[in-house]
């Protein structure tokens, strides 16, 4: 049989290309990698790095227009792309198996989740009924659902985001394979549950001496979960090195300016450094090095090689390879930073070496708190009903917003967090009457919100404004971004069409477009650029307060640093107030004043930024933030995790909404619901057991 | 990952489409949609046809030497030949003569039902699909109704009831046709509805008739397109249905469809009879249809880059 020695997976010069109407996207072009026996390769990019087309063409999943175009791909020394389509059946699921992002969609709604369990064993062993049974109630408790042997009968839609990805790794585990691909596996999970299917994964690996190939873009997760790391960017790997050299010492420039780019839990800083541009279009990519236009290290050293030749993929330092021509040499062009060891890293990466928290928040200073307030939400309340029968009655309420009080100050943030279905977007929407609210009040600049009448709403909507989460939901296909923009300008009869298009311009020059896009469709924006068109419509009016509806969550992480930073921008210039609602606490942290967390309808924790992340008072605070994957691999912090999930806002929990998931919960918390008070001075928590 | 989101960067935009953008700086009026309209072939075709039966239809005295109405019994069903192009009919006249007459009537017959039952449809599909509650359980359900009647039957009934001549035929025919836009129209509603730019747009204040259709309406129309292209030939049908009924157009006065029914009964004896006019009929449906396919690509931004 195969070779101690040689490597489970190794692949070699692998090149994918979709045959598409545009042309060839050279989606994967020219990766060479190796996986070992038990060990967890992290394989990060964004999208569009060809991750993903990566671990499938592994599989051989690659369907037209995709074809697996040259290369090879060893695994535990037989090649998998000459195999015929019937052997590679039996490697698939059996010696490599593979979990999705979407656990929900990624099960058969109409089997059983442990009929899908099983179908694996009966596909790859020899089996009878009953032993598949106890092996497959015996894999659910292996992944750690609660009561497996009646979960085996649910569908995929009565389980939650988290016990289906956990199905989806149980059939992934089933046959103890040699190794498990890992696409985002908890990209769609909120963050507590993500550090549950993490601990997972990791135990099973260990117990099952699984090696696996975990794919994320998530920086956080690769330093917590991954041996070895290689940074993918426009279909080829541009970095690879062992996970604390990574971090430590990130030699190519796409590396570095990925890591200077994310906001880190409890490092403020006043400013991302973003990288500018977005990931090529891979069909026709100008020769050389895919990263030069985006590059300021090329800039820099005023390499001018970078938009001729592609650099190699060579050895930069013990077990690390770098793909850049600052470290390798040329006919004329001597490498500028070849031997120079170690390398210093430019300015431009930040030092993700933890500094003492209190010392770094003062950086950046937060808002004036002695302003006035603009907004005062008092006993919000939506409830949204859930009909049934033949009179379609009211049977019950989906309590997502029960009782929040809150105010803003005028020119401040306050960020809004919690995981998915905790009522915080709809606080926002509610706020801006989008929504019709259920009961409570909200004063906006001293008016009344709840009690206007349609005409002064409409005035009041060039005051408030609203920036949505998916940039490309957000804009009318059929328009041209120039009329979506002046839209609100329409409604509300502001200027000539002369001034409107002056409006238009200066908008987009705001937002860092050009003048001439004004007369594009959507479809021609990337990603980034569809948010600043969001962001620049919701400016257009000049409102005193913008929701910002998780603006940066769909956003690739060097993407989100330039519109956070924008955002930053546009708050000074036209003194913004924002309600930032998000989920992730690092994005929150980085740019919010004030910051409240939310649970299930209910405000838990309110706080000034420093105070809240500091020295978080309520238990469902400090497990949040202990759930945050950290983007250290050397930081090795205890981690609260929480059990089960979040119950359903039907049915909440009586008493303290979070008791069934406290670690601190003790009886009162289950019969009296605790009161959102002033703990500490302007530090508001809702808990029984913090005085 | 897919083709489409990876050919979605360029962030900032490339230096050459500053050149680009004035070539197609002016991408809105209808100008520009003719252009789009007709940069491909079969829209072409299409609008040549329909072209060429309007024009068949205005100057029919002038392109034939025939009479449409009155009978000629020495050439009673006479095979195409080179005085007859296409033959004569049960009572001899000549089936070329007819279908240019008979145009009058049909064209103007299959676009009066699509208008009628296209704008009440898309109207009343929008309406439910966006204001909910109880007005779009009654729209609804009454389009169900409609649609659980047999349609002939529905006709007959309307025309009876509005009285037998040929406009309350085609008002009869428009009606039965709502059902159909009202219940695709209000499912892409459904979906469109949620989308996040209508609530930007509501966030900016505007009104609801606004959002219906400048917002939503744009969005839904590929398939009120294609439905209505591919429903002129039923609809050519069905006015012969109601004339053969005695409740629409009356003989001896030609239309496409009462043709194909009287040749129906001759089609071993004289299958030219029905042949010809069904072949028009075709024609037509398939010129609309390659219009309609034009029309719907050139509304889409999206394939303006590619086509």
Request: glycine share 8%.
């Amino acid at each position: 049989m195969a070779n101690k020695q040689q490597p489970l997976l190794q692949v070699n010069d692998l090149h994918t290309y979709f045959y598409t109407e545009d042309g060839v996207v050279k989606a994967v072009d020219g990766v060479n990698f190796h996986v070992s026996r038990g060990e967890v390769l992290g394989l990060v990019g964004e999208s569009g790095s060809g991750k993903s087309v990566t671990s499938l063409s592994i599989m051989r999943l690659i369907g037209p227009p995709g074809k697996i175009v040259s290369g090879e791909i060893l695994f535990d020394g037989k090649p998998l792309q000459t195999m015929s389509e019937k052997e590679m059946v039996h490697i698939r699921g059996d010696a490599v198996s593979m979990i999705f992002q979407q656990p929900q969609s990624s099960l058969n709604p109409v089997y059983t989740t442990g009929d899908q369990v099983a179908e694996v064993f009966k596909l790859h062993s020899k089996m009878d009924g009953a032993e598949i049974d106890t092996r497959t109630t015996e894999m659910f408790r292996m992944v750690g659902i609660p009561d497996p042997a009646q979960k085996v009968k649910a569908y995929p839609h009565e389980m939650s985001g988290g016990q289906a990805q956990r199905v989806m790794i149980a059939m992934g585990l089933a046959l103890s394979p040699k190794l498990l691909i890992a696409d985002e596996p908890t990209t769609a999970l909120d963050v507590t549950i993500q550090a549950q299917i993490l601990d997972l994964i990791r135990n099973l690996k260990e117990q099952l001496e699984t090696a696996v190939i975990l794919i994320t873009h998530d920086l956080g997760v690769i330093a917590e979960m991954a041996d070895r790391v290689a940074v993918m960017y426009a279909g080829q790997i541009v970095e690879q090195a062992p996970v604390e050299t990574l971090f430590a010492q990130p030699k190519h420039p796409y590396t570095q300016g990925l890591l200077a780019s994310i906001p880190v839990l409890g490092t403020v800083k006043d400013r991302l450094d973003a990288i500018p541009g977005a990931v090529p279009n891979l069909v026709d990519l100008p020769p050389g090095c895919h990263f030069a236009a985006r590059c300021s290290a090329r800039i820099e050293y005023g390499l001018d090689i970078c938009r001729h030749k592609e650099p190699d993929l060579l050895q930069v330092g013990a077990n690390q390879e770098a793909k850049c021509w600052l470290y390798q040499s040329d006919g004329d062009h001597v490498a500028p930073l070849a031997g120079v060891a170690p390398v210093e890293k430019p300015k431009a990466a930040s030092d993700p070496a933890p500094v003492a928290p209190a010392e770094v928040h003062a950086q950046r200073t937060t808002r004036t708190t002695t302003a006035k307030t603009l907004l005062d939400v008092k006993k919000l309340r939506k409830y949204y009903p859930v009909r049934g029968g033949v009179m379609r009655r009211v049977m019950a309420n989906v309590k997502a917003v029960d009782g929040v009080s809150f105010t803003i100050r005028a020119g401040e943030t306050l960020g809004l967090v919690g995981e998915s279905g905790c009522g915080k977007s709809t606080i926002g929407r509610t706020i801006l009457r989008l929504q019709e609210p259920t009961d409570g009040s909200v004063q906006f600049d001293g008016q009344d919100v709840f009690s206007m009448s349609r005409q002064e709403l409409k005035g009041l909507r060039r005051d408030m404004q609203i920036v949505l989460q998916d940039p490309y939901a957000s804009l009318n296909p059929r328009k041209q971004i120039g009329q979506s923009i002046a839209d609100g300008l329409k409604v509300h009869n502001i200027g000539t069409a002369k001034e409107r298009k002056d409006i238009i311009i200066d908008m987009l020059r705001k937002v860092g477009l050009e003048d001439y896009h004004a007369l594009r469709y959507p479809h021609e924006f990337s990603g980034g650029q569809r948010q600043r068109i969001g962001i620049a419509r919701a400016l257009a009016l000049n409102p005193k307060f913008i929701v910002c509806d998780e603006p940066v969550s769909a956003l690739d992480v060097s993407i989100q640093s330039q519109v956070l930073n924008l955002l930053n921008d546009l708050q000074d210039e036209f003194d913004l107030t924002y309600l930032f609602v998000a989920h992730d606490l690092s994005v929150v942290e980085h740019i919010s004043d004030r910051v409240a967390i939310m649970y299930l309808g209910k405000m838990v924790e309110l706080a000034s930024r420093d105070d809240l992340f500091r020295n978080p008072l309520h238990p469902y605070t400090q497990s949040l933030m202990s759930a945050v994957p950290i983007p250290d691999p050397t930081l090795k912090k205890e981690r609260i995790i929480l059990k089960g999930d979040v119950p359903s806002p039907l049915s909440p929990p009586t008493g303290c909404r979070f008791h069934t998931r406290c670690p601190l919960a003790v009886d009162r918390c289950k019969m009296e619901e605790p009161p959102f008070e002033e703990k500490r001075p302007d530090h508001f928590a809702a808990c029984w057991e913090v005085s | 990952m897919t083709a489409q989101t990876m050919s979605n960067a360029g962030d900032p935009a490339p230096p050459e489409t500053v050149r680009e953008s004035r070539k197609r700086s002016n991408r809105t009026g209808y100008r520009y949609f003719l252009r789009r309209l007709f940069r491909r072939i079969l829209p072409r075709i299409g609008a040549v046809i329909v072209v060429l039966f309007l024009i068949g239809a205005v100057f029919a005295p002038l392109l034939t030497p025939y009479d449409p109405i009155v009978p000629d019994y020495e050439a009673v069903r006479q095979p195409p030949s080179s005085a007859h192009w296409m033959g004569t009919d049960d009572l001899g006249r000549d089936l070329y003569t007819r279908i240019l007459y008979g145009g009058r009537i049909s064209i103007f017959a299959a676009f009066i039902p699509l208008l009628i039952s296209s704008s009440i449809g898309v109207t009343l599909g929008l309406i439910a699909g966006t204001v909910r509650g109880p007005v779009e359980t009654i729209i609804m359900r009454v389009m169900d109704a409609l649609l659980s009647i047999p349609s002939i039957l529905l006709m007959i009934v309307i025309a009876g009831l509005l009285g037998p001549n040929l406009i309350n035929a085609l008002i009869a025919i428009g009606i039965v046709g709502v059902a159909r836009y009202a219940r695709i129209v209000y499912a892409e509603t459904l979906s469109v509805a949620e989308r996040e730019y209508v609530l930007a747009t509501r966030a900016l204040g505007k009104s609801t008739a606004g959002i219906l259709f400048q917002e939503i309406l744009p969005n839904v129309t590929a398939p009120i397109i294609v439905i209505a292209s591919l429903s002129i030939g039923g609809i050519i049908l069905a006015e012969a249905t109601l004339s053969f009924l005695g409740l629409g157009i009356q003989p001896p006065t030609p239309s496409w469809g009462s043709m194909v029914a009287t040749g129906n009964r001759y089609l071993q004896l004289a299958p030219w009879m029905s042949l010809a006019p069904g072949a028009a009929i075709f024609l037509m449906v398939m010129a609309v249809n390659f219009l309609g396919d034009g029309v719907r690509d050139a509304l889409d931004p999206y394939l303006s880059g590619k086509m």
